[in-house]
């Protein structure tokens, strides 16, 4: 390719002034180097784009042919520019984002408040259709951050840790398993099971813990909304392992039971993975930090904040 971009904007500077003196003035190079820069587009084009009329130079009807696509090529640059530095700043970023669980979808406006009260030019999209695909969709360049428990390593991803929550298993107070102190793997193998992942073996719990435990329940079914998994729960019709902190309110009342999932727990610990290569603006550190603060926005202590890098 012959024409680059300091060449279109050299031809424009030179039609604009008139002169070879003033066009370099313009464009902060010495009278010498604009006259070779232009003998060598000229030559490489092999068309005359100028005519030297003492010290004036007139353009050519090629030279204005050139220049009509030149304008128009670095408008469109430096349209694009300003508004690189425009997002770069933060003033209409747009900030992407998904998470791996469902259940943060019920948090997520709570950190969105003093998110936007500090960044109000920023605008935060959230796309609930890459839960099942959260680092593909990261690594896709489909969302700029991605809230995950259970990731693989990958070299191109950063992860920060952010906090580490426990899932219980929840049932309706008359419900068989409310009499027992902790739930066994092994107890939610003949119990309706409602759970967000389709089918089983793409569950966390299920690779987590079912299925060391050598445990495949005979009846689940796909709720993809936490208050329907809650009210189907509330009904006495099956039980879900759901995130305490998701049902805490329910406990509080009594409508709901929860028991802790094998005397060890089922805790998960979630990290903000982002793209590793990038720049992290302000606005994206900001946003993760909030959600790293997570147990005193959502005034939840039962959520623990992580340190360091996952």
């Not at 890459?130 to 991605?146: H, K, M, V």
């Not at 419900?175 to 099971?193: C, F, G, S």
């Not at 793209?275 to 202590?301: C, D, H, M, T, W």
Request: hydrophobic share 45%; aromatic share 6%.
């Amino acid at each position: 390719m012959i024409l680059e971009m300091r060449h279109l904007r050299l031809i424009r500077a030179v039609a604009d002034h008139g002169g070879l003196t003033r066009a370099g003035a313009s464009l902060h190079l010495s009278q010498p180097a604009l006259s070779h820069q232009l003998r060598d587009v000229e030559e490489g084009l092999g068309v005359r784009l100028f005519e030297r009329v003492g010290k004036r130079m007139v353009i050519t009807y090629a030279g204005s042919r050139i220049l009509d696509h030149s304008r128009r090529a670095l408008e469109i640059v430096e349209r694009a520019e300003a508004e690189a530095k425009r997002l770069a700043s933060g003033a209409g970023a747009v900030l992407r984002l998904s998470t791996q669980c469902y259940t943060c979808y019920h948090w997520l406006p709570r950190v969105l408040g003093p998110f936007r009260r500090r960044f109000p030019q920023v605008e935060v999209r959230i796309d609930a259709a890459a839960t099942d695909r959260t680092i593909a969709a990261l690594l896709d360049g489909d969302i700029d951050l991605g809230l995950v428990f259970a990731a693989k390593s990958d070299p191109r991803v950063r992860m920060t840790r952010l906090f580490e929550d426990e899932n219980i298993v929840v049932m309706a107070p008359g419900h068989p398993l409310a009499t027992h102190k902790i739930v066994e793997a092994e107890d939610l193998a003949d119990v309706p099971l409602y759970l967000y992942a389709a089918p089983l073996e793409s569950s966390f719990l299920y690779q987590g813990i079912l299925r060391p435990a050598g445990v495949r329940p005979r009846q689940v079914q796909r709720v993809q909304l936490t208050e329907a998994a809650i009210e189907l729960v509330k009904a006495g019709l099956g039980v879900s392992v759901l995130a305490r902190w998701a049902v805490e309110s329910h406990l509080k009342t009594g409508q709901l039971v929860g028991r802790r999932l094998t005397s060890g727990g089922y805790r998960r610990r979630w990290s903000a993975a982002t793209l590793g290569a990038r720049r992290v603006p302000e606005y994206l550190s900001a946003f993760i930090q909030l959600v790293k603060e997570g147990p005193g926005v959502l005034g939840n202590p039962r959520m623990k904040v992580l340190a360091g890098r996952a």
